[in-house]
């Protein structure tokens, strides 16, 4: 039986192979689940995007599921408590970043289309068809990554540049950047479509 063909940077490691065939590029219009994946993103700045994703987990636990509403409330006592826990990045900036993240969030929420519509007013709404036949021919950013890492910048958020930006973008479907071989190209593009 022939092997799906899939992108290249899934590896054989069967957690990332795992995301990359049920997740990546899966267009997500929640705004919880925008939220958390932007923190992760975020933590994931100067490191790995496995070592984020076997500490994912983790991280539900250590920040509450990703509930901006309980996170929002974190102080003092819970960042040393958070910077204690060798289960997620300890990093404080990352740790504080998430914090005030969680507090944006809310106030983005009581704007017309919340944060959903603050996130995929970059794209029209809807997700973009990169069909990228070579892995050489994806950007590590672009225009549109720039526009939101300002927008993201301008509202006070952190660890979000062009680059985490577009990384961003790419897991939760904004652009489609599965390359064509790959057998989850189609069915994302499929996804957007509904």
């Not at 925008?34 to 539900?60: C, H, M, P």
């Not at 590590?140 to 979000?160: H, I, T, V």
Request: aromatic residues 10%; charged residues 30%; proline residues 4%.
């Amino acid at each position: 039986m022939k092997q799906k063909e899939r992108c290249h940077w899934p590896g054989e490691d069967a957690l990332y192979v795992a995301y990359h065939d049920t997740e990546w590029g899966v267009p997500e219009y929640d705004g919880r689940a925008l939220y958390e994946k932007l923190v992760l993103d975020g933590f994931q700045a100067g490191l790995s995007w496995i070592t984020i994703l076997r500490k994912r987990d983790n991280f539900r636990k250590a920040f509450q599921n990703f509930d901006p509403h309980r996170i929002a409330r974190l102080g003092a006592r819970d960042i040393d408590r958070l910077l204690k826990n060798d289960g997620i990045i300890r990093s404080r900036a990352k740790i504080e970043a998430a914090i005030k993240g969680a507090r944006l969030w809310l106030e983005i929420e009581q704007e017309p289309g919340g944060f959903r519509d603050f996130i995929w007013k970059h794209v029209d709404g809807k997700p973009v068809d990169n069909r990228f036949k070579r892995r050489d021919q994806i950007p590590a950013q672009s225009e549109m990554s720039e526009n939101l890492a300002r927008d993201l910048k301008q509202r006070g958020f952190s660890f979000c540049g062009p680059v985490i930006s577009y990384a961003f973008a790419q897991a939760v479907g904004m652009v489609n950047d599965h390359v064509m071989p790959c057998f989850r190209h189609g069915e994302c593009a499929r996804l957007a479509k509904d």
